[in-house]
């Protein structure tokens, strides 16, 4: 049965897309990776040309994420709250919560985390984590986001500023 990593967050432009691809990438030599573009603007499923050593399902195949022949299921979201998060949630060990170090961004997490904590109740084997991206380097701010992330009860991972 594959383990399934589930990116999510409500807010579009924060990078969901591109490390969904660079984990598959990451992945792909070590085992049987899919991964499933469940937005329907289609950003990665577009890309299956582009990256043929990987298997790039289309939106289709969210109901058959059980049954998938794989040892690694990496979903991408839409950018915005869809009603089948419940069931990718369902469907997952976990969901990465991919944001930018920004207030805004912090505000829009928790309709998010709110959905994950609702479905953990149903899937006990679901964990849930925070990971920032676009981390400005001397950013008094970071500092600030990650303190109030803190406060959501999900891990907030390390970062690095490049």
Not at 40 to 66: M, N, R, T, W
Not at 79 to 99: A, G, I, K, Q, W
């Amino acid at each position: 049965m594959a383990k399934i990593i589930t990116l999510a967050h409500q807010k579009g432009g924060v990078g969901k897309s591109t490390l969904a691809l660079n984990l598959a990438l990451c992945f792909k030599d070590q085992l049987k990776v899919a991964l499933i573009d469940s937005d329907l603007q289609g950003s990665l499923y577009h890309l299956k040309e582009d990256f043929p050593e990987l298997d790039i399902l289309a939106p289709e195949k969210i109901s058959e994420i059980p049954s998938l022949d794989y040892d690694l299921i990496i979903v991408d979201t839409p950018p915005y709250l869809s009603n089948r998060l419940n069931e990718l949630f369902s469907y997952s060990d976990y969901v990465l919560v991919h944001t930018k170090a920004g207030f805004f961004d912090v505000m829009a997490i928790k309709l998010t985390l709110a959905l994950i904590k609702f479905s953990q109740a149903q899937n006990q084997r679901l964990k849930a984590g925070i990971v920032l991206n676009m981390i400005k380097p001397r950013s008094g701010i970071t500092a600030e986001v990650v303190d109030l992330l803190n406060t959501l009860g999900n891990p907030t991972f390390k970062y690095s500023c490049l």
